[in-house]
C-alpha cells in the first residue's frame, strides 16, 4: 500500500486541543505517524501542504439525501461530491426520503447507491417509527444489521409519549443511538418564525423558544425512566441549555449538536421574507445565538452539523409562510464554520472538535482524529481565503443557500477518505 507523507503543514488535533506545525504520514488508508521534527520518514509520496491546515475530515450528522423519492432535488452522488469538496469524509444520511428509510429493504438500496455512487463514506440513519409517524417503531435490530447507525423520525415528533418510551426501552437493549428533535409539536406547528419584536412586525407565524425547552424536558424525563442513548439534533436556544446542563450533570447518556445556520446566522437575517433564510427550527434572536456559541466553546453543545436540506426553486419561491424549510450546507458547512474562528470565538480545535471527533465519537467511529490507527480521512484547508459564495457554482443539485452573494473565508484545498484523494481544488 501507497505511504504517503503530508509536510509543512498546520496540523489540527481536536483530540489534544492542538493546532501546531508538523508532518503527517499514511499507511495503507490509515494514519501510522505525525510529528514535528525537521527529520520526516520515508514514503512513495510527499504533499508539501505550503503551511496550510491539516485536519480530520469533517463527520456531519444530519445529511438529507432525497434518494428514494425526491431524485431531482439531490442524489447520492450529488451529496457526495458536494461533500467532497466541501471537506466531508463522512455523510449521516436522514431517513425523511420518499418512501422513509423505515425496512432493512429500503436501508440497503439506500447503502447500495451511496456505495456506487458517492466518493465519501456514507452511513445511513433509520427511521424509529414506521414511515415516521409515531404509531408503531421499526424493527431496530434488523434495521441496525442493515447497517443503521442511529435512529430518528426527524422533524417528525412521536407525540404519543408510551410509543416512543418504548422505542427508547427497545432502543436501549440493543444498544442503539435514538436522534431526536426536541419541540414541542403543538406549539411549532405551522411556525415559520421565533416569537417576538421581528416576527410581529412581519406578520409571520412564530413559536415561542419555549417550545424546544419543552421537548427537551419531555426527551430527558424519558431518558431518565429508559436509560437510552439519545443526541439530539438541534439545539438553537437559551432556554434549553440549563436542562441540558443538568441531564449530563446527572449522567444521562445524552449528547447534543446544532446547525451550523443558528450558529451564524440570525432571525433578521430574514429581512424582507428571503425564504432561503427558512429553516427548521426558525432563526433565533441574536442572544440566543450567542448562547449557543458559548454552550459550544463550553462543551456543553457536541456536535456542529450542516442539517444539509436540498429544496427545489418550486418549494422555495412562494410567499414565506408556504416556502419549504431548509437550505443546502455541505459546501457551506466550513467556511460558515471558520466565521466563529474569525471572530475569535473558537479557536480551529474547538471547531474541528466539533465537527469531527465529537460526532464519530458518538456514532462509535475511529474517524475524526489525527492519532495512529485513525482512518486517513483528511481535509486540507486555508482558512483565510476569501470568496464571495455564487449558488450556481454548488454542486449540489438543490442550490437552496442562505449566504448566497455572501463574502466569506476558508477554502477546502483538498479532501481524502482512506488516504485516498477525492477533491483537488482546481
Known sequence: MTKILFTNARLIDPEHGTDTPGWLLTDGGRISATGSEADTPEADERHDCNGACLAPGIVDIGVKVCEPGERHKESYRSAGLAAARGGVTTMITRPDTLPAVDTPEVLSFALRRANEAAPVNVLPMAALTKGREGREMTEIGFLMDAGAVAFT???????????????????RSLGALVVGHPQEPGLSAGAAATSGKFASLRGLPAVSPMAERMGLDRDIALLEM??????????????????????????????????????????????????FFKVKPPLRAEDDRQAIIAALRDGLIDVISSMHTPQDE??????????????VALETLLPAALRLYHSGDLT???????????PARRLGLSAGRLTPGAPADLLLFNPDTPF????????S??????????????????????????????
Do not use: W
Not at 480551529?348 to 465529537?358: D, K, T
Not at 464571495?388 to 454542486?395: A, G, M, N, P, Y
Open 153 to 171: 423520525d426527524c422533524d417528525h415528533v412521536i407525540t404519543n409519549t408510551k410509543v416512543f418510551s418504548r422505542a427508547l426501552s427497545y432502543a
Open 388 to 395: 464571495v459564495l455564487d449558488r450556481f457554482t454548488l454542486l
Open 314 to 327: 418550486e418549494s422555495k419561491r412562494l410567499p414565506f409562510e408556504e416556502a419549504a424549510s431548509g437550505a
Open 226 to 275: 429508559t436509560g437510552a442513548a439519545y443526541h439530539a439534533d438541534q439545539i438553537t436556544t437559551a432556554r434549553a441549555l440549563p436542562a441540558l446542563e443538568r441531564a449530563k450533570r446527572n449522567g444521562l447518556n445524552i449528547t447534543a449538536g446544532t446547525s451550523i445556520h443558528h450558529l451564524t446566522l440570525n432571525e433578521l437575517d430574514v429581512a424582507n421574507y428571503r425564504t
Open 397 to 426: 443539485k438543490s442550490k437552496n443557500t442562505p449566504f448566497d452573494g455572501a463574502r466569506m473565508q476558508g477554502k477546502v484545498l483538498a479532501t481524502y477518505v482512506a488516504g485516498r484523494s477525492v477533491y483537488e481544488a482546481p
Open 348 to 358: 480551529l480545535a474547538q471547531l474541528f472538535r466539533a465537527l469531527s471527533l465529537n
